[in-house]
């Protein structure tokens, strides 16, 4: 049976400038990066505290999602307090915190503009 979520994989167009965002404002951790083909290295990334982790990694045939909606909602304790955390490392938000009847929700981009919701319960 399915037990997890292993990784989910993000289109992007420069695998080391991405790298950069996630590792460095985001403050997730280096699992794999490796040699793949001659385009790209399979970049896998850790998600502190977390079981499933993130791929940097577009498959040929794939450019036209980057920069679109991924469809990722990462959970936080405190969306507000993370939001003024990532502003102030430069994260662009699309969406500001909003609080609705199921908790709170902000939309942030990556550097290739690939959007996620970040989230509490």
């Excluded at 965002?21 to 290295?41: A, I, P, S």
């Excluded at 045939?61 to 990532?86: A, N, P």
Aim: with cysteine.
């Amino acid at each position: 049976m399915i037990k997890s979520i292993k990784f989910t994989s993000i289109p992007v167009r420069d695998q080391d400038k991405a790298l950069a965002f996630y590792t460095g404002k985001l403050g997730f951790t280096v699992f794999t990066d490796q040699h793949f083909n001659g385009k790209q290295r399979w970049i896998e990334l850790s998600i502190p505290g977390a079981k499933t982790g993130l791929t940097l990694f577009t498959p040929d045939g794939h450019e036209d999602r980057i920069g679109s909606f991924t469809g990722v909602s990462f959970e936080c304790d405190d969306v507000q307090k993370t939001y003024e955390e990532l502003s102030a490392k430069g994260v662009e938000f699309v969406m500001p915190p909003k609080t609705e009847q199921w908790g709170t929700a902000a939309l942030f981009k990556d550097v290739d503009g690939n959007q996620f919701v970040l989230s509490s319960r």
